[in-house]
């Protein structure tokens, strides 16, 4: 594949270096300041760090997620996947977010109703409850990790009661999805590349077995409506139908663990920082309105995927850049929820913001155009719930330690969020 031809500022911010990872907000801004694109070298593409393009191109259609359907990769030069990874781009062929129109079209919209606002609200019973047994099992210890025995279990059990697979079998679930998003990393090794392809086959099993079993008795969920969909027209084949459970699955939860992960570690380290403040804080959580901007404000702040990419479908300039058939380019949503052509004193944490009108716009935390997030009416309603759950329980919450950022920038999210307190709401 070659190099954008470069006429715009480089960039250089290498993605598995600590400094970078930690916090690449710094850097973000010297992007933004750099200019509209720039080309960063350590991936070799044009990439921007400003809101309004960072949107533009994600709604533009002269670019896509894929290019397959507009002209045959080998015409480009683009070498082949090499023959052991072959196995995990098949089944991505089946899956919405790799795929444009028509094929995108007709696959999204078999799955679009069961995620809009009005079917979603009606999990907030089952969430609330779901958030409460949890807090229950280590209420009484006085300390957690609240990323894996909180922020971890709450999306992967919502999504899989929606879905109809076992809840028990969530350590699985949550093994196969890990070893296959592991496939987005910067700079992948071939042992992450033999985990994904191991792990895409055996999750494949499972679903197909499960699909055989819920053939036999279906279920009032989210599979069952999908084999009904399968069997009665060609709206999807047999591929695409375990494609779509496993990405509803893994996407189902991967963002939203790290969303709630990063969210509470905002709240704590403000209730250190800025006791005066967080009373009122508390005050804003205690409504539904209130909890709604709070959620909002640390899926601006602190989102947990920064990163996506665009193929040039067609030649065309952008902001004085040519873009040929084939080339990338980086839209950096992290980056442009930090625009302060946007968003006034980006850096604050300020849920007033989504308080006042005329509100600002929404972040990009779940992108924007054809591809946005399926999803967000499920994470932004978790999010909603699960943080002000936690705060009621346990006022005294505070982090045990300063919890850091894992080693993929593709997920920017949480190793662990040790905490403790004394005393809870039910014992007080
Ligand atoms: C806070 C949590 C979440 C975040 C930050 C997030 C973010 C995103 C983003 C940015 C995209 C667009 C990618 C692109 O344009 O290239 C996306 C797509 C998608 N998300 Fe989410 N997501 C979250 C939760 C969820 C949940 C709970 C589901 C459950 C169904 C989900 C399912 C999907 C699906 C299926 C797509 C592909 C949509 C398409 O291609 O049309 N996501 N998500």
């Not at 009108?357 to 719930?385: D, N, T, Y």
């Amino acid at each position: 594949m070659s190099e954008t031809p470069v006429s715009i500022a480089r960039v250089t911010f290498d993605p598995s270096d600590p400094a970078f990872f930690q916090s690449p907000y710094a850097a973000y801004d010297q992007m933004r300041q750099a200019g509209r694109l720039v080309h960063w070298t350590n991936y070799g593409f044009a990439a921007t760090a400003h809101y309004d393009l960072v949107s533009a191109l994600l709604r533009d259609r002269r670019f896509g997620r894929d290019i397959s359907h507009v002209i045959n990769p080998a015409e480009l030069g683009w070498p082949e996947p090499a023959d052991h990874v072959k196995p995990f781009y098949a089944f991505e062929k089946g899956s919405m977010l790799e795929r444009e129109p028509p094929v995108h079209t007709r696959l999204r919209g078999l799955v679009n109703r069961a995620f809009v606002s009005r079917a979603i609200d009606q999990l907030q019973p089952r969430i609330e409850r779901l958030c409460e047994d949890l807090i229950d099992g280590f209420i009484e210890a006085g300390e957690a990790d609240l990323l894996a025995q909180y922020a971890t279990p709450i999306p992967v059990i919502v999504i899989a009661e929606l879905l109809g697979l076992p809840p028990d079998d969530a350590p699985l679930l949550l093994d196969w999805s890990h070893r296959m998003v592991a496939m987005y990393q910067f700079n992948r090794s071939r042992a992450v590349e033999d985990s994904a392809v191991a792990a895409t086959r055996d999750f494949s099993d499972y679903v197909r077995q499960f699909i055989a079993e819920r053939r036999r008795r279906p279920a009032d969920d989210l599979i069952s409506s999908l084999i009904a969909a399968r069997d009665s027209g060609d709206r999807l084949n047999d591929d695409e139908l375990v494609t779509t459970i496993i990405l509803l699955m893994n996407a189902g939860h991967e963002a939203t663990v790290h969303a709630i992960g990063n969210g509470l570690k905002i709240l704590l380290e403000q209730r250190q920082s800025e006791p005066a403040h967080w009373l009122r804080l508390l005050d804003v959580m205690a409504t539904e309105e209130g909890a709604a901007a709070i959620a909002e404000e640390t899926l601006r702040l602190d989102p947990p995927l920064h990163l996506f990419t665009r193929y040039a479908l067609e030649p065309c300039d952008i902001e004085g850049q040519s873009f040929r058939i084939g080339d990338k380019v980086g839209l950096l949503l992290g980056a442009a929820n930090r625009d302060p052509a946007i968003y006034a004193r980006p850096e604050e944490f300020d849920p007033d913001r989504f308080l006042t009108r005329p509100a600002p716009p929404q972040p990009m935390s779940f992108g924007a155009g054809i591809h946005f997030c399926v999803g967000a009416p499920l994470a932004r309603l978790e999010l909603r719930l699960a943080l002000p759950a936690l705060f009621r329980r346990l006022p005294h919450l505070r982090l045990s330690t300063q919890p850091v950022f894992g080693d993929t920038f593709h997920f920017h999210g949480l190793t662990a969020l040790p905490c403790k307190w004394t005393g809870s709401r039910d014992g007080d």
